[in-house]
């Protein structure tokens, strides 16, 4: 099952969310519009221009604007691989479940080009300009990565040509980005914060392997972190896996969000993290880049029992002697909780637990300047 069809089912079930999936709430539906995203058979008329795909409409925004270009994305599915790349791009969604921005892609799988997708040009929605916002929509990676996961000759986790699988990517260029109310969903590598500062408000993000993972600054607010299954796999996964330059203080932070798992995912089998090293080349060589030393909190979030009582796990680099599993272990890199709640909750084996002093001096305000 997909994961768009994986979040109709939760909702024919009645799971709880953070955030009522209708429409846009009303100070939001009262403001006029730039463009609207419509079906042309839909039959009904706007006071904006209407467009039958998302990227038509972003191509009306203007280059260099300096407010808000505001797109109405009605109710549908609009299968098309999205970029933004002008600034104050603002995407409604008329209903948060049912106005989906949706394509399928995966490292391993042919890109039309004939070469393979690579996880970096995967995304469904590139965000690549300052000032993006979306709100009440959901945006899926269609690859059925649970599927692949089961098939004995399928696209494994550990190799790069596998499923990973970007649903929203915020890309070089993007900055000041706010995401509220909005479903990101895939299995591995569904969001990739990699550039500038996001705030992600009230939003639902599902996967199972490093489904967080980049070097941007993103602080997460009442968010739901939901682990999905791993069928071949005893390890079910990790949250997340920054790549955090040593010379940037904050990567993610998660402040009262909520960690939450699919039915069917073991008690004890996903880690809050491990630290993500990207390659870089050097003159004597290509290794594992010193200056990437991931950070991420989690503060006063609610953790039910899938989270492993030892907190975070080492991640693997190409050293600087060619070796391609050198470990790079949790407590070389930034890792810590505070505040920590529910049945996954514990004085976790690895990682740094913050004193009241310190967790205070993260805020929203600290992490995305």
């Known amino acids: 099952m997909n994961p768009l069809l994986h979040r109709r089912s939760v909702l024919a079930a009645g799971a709880a969310l953070p955030l009522a999936t209708v429409g846009p709430p009303a100070w939001s539906r009262a403001r006029a519009y730039d463009a609207v995203v419509a079906k042309p058979a839909s039959g009904r008329t706007f006071a904006a221009p209407a467009y039958s795909s998302l990227s038509a409409a972003i191509a009306a925004a203007p280059a260099n604007g300096t407010r808000p270009f505001r797109i109405l994305i009605t109710r549908g ?68 990565g649970l599927a692949e996961m089961t098939k004995s000759n399928g696209l494994h986790s550990h190799n790069g040509a596998g499923p990973q699988a970007v649903a929203l990517m915020m890309d070089k260029g993007s900055d000041r980005a706010v995401v509220r109310a909005c479903d990101i969903l895939s299995y591995q590598d569904t969001l990739f914060p990699d550039a500038g500062s996001t705030l992600f408000d009230r939003c639902l993000i599902t996967g199972s392997y490093d489904f967080i993972f980049g070097g941007g600054r993103a602080w997460f607010e009442g968010c739901e972190i939901r682990s999905r299954t791993r069928p071949a ?131 929203r305000s600290a992490v995305l300047g």
């Open 77 to 144: 599915i609009w299968t098309e691989q999205v970029v933004v790349d002008k600034p104050f791009v603002h995407l409604i969604g008329e209903d948060r479940s049912g106005s989906v921005i949706n394509h399928l892609a995966a490292s391993g799988l042919a890109a039309p080009d004939g070469r393979p997708w690579g996880t970096f040009r995967t995304a469904t929605l590139f965000v690549r300009a300052p000032d993006f916002h979306a709100e009440t929509l959901t945006i899926n990676n269609a690859f059925d």
């Open 233 to 363: 796999d005893p390890i079910e996964g990790y949250v997340t896996a920054p790549s955090t330059p040593i010379d940037q203080p904050f990567g993610f932070v998660f402040k009262d969000c909520r960690l939450t798992k699919d039915a069917d995912v073991r008690p004890g089998s996903v880690f809050l993290g491990r630290p993500w090293r990207p390659s870089s080349a050097f003159p004597d060589g290509r290794y594992g880049d010193p200056r990437y030393v991931g950070a991420t909190a989690f503060l006063d979030c609610w953790m039910d029992d899938h989270i492993a009582r030892e907190g975070w796990t080492e991640m693997w680099y190409t050293g600087r002697d060619g070796n391609p599993r050198t470990m790079l272990q949790p407590e070389e890199a930034r890792f810590a909780t505070f505040g920590s709640t529910g049945p996954g909750a514990a004085d976790f084996g690895r990682g740094r637990r913050l004193s009241a002093d310190e967790a205070g001096r993260i805020t």
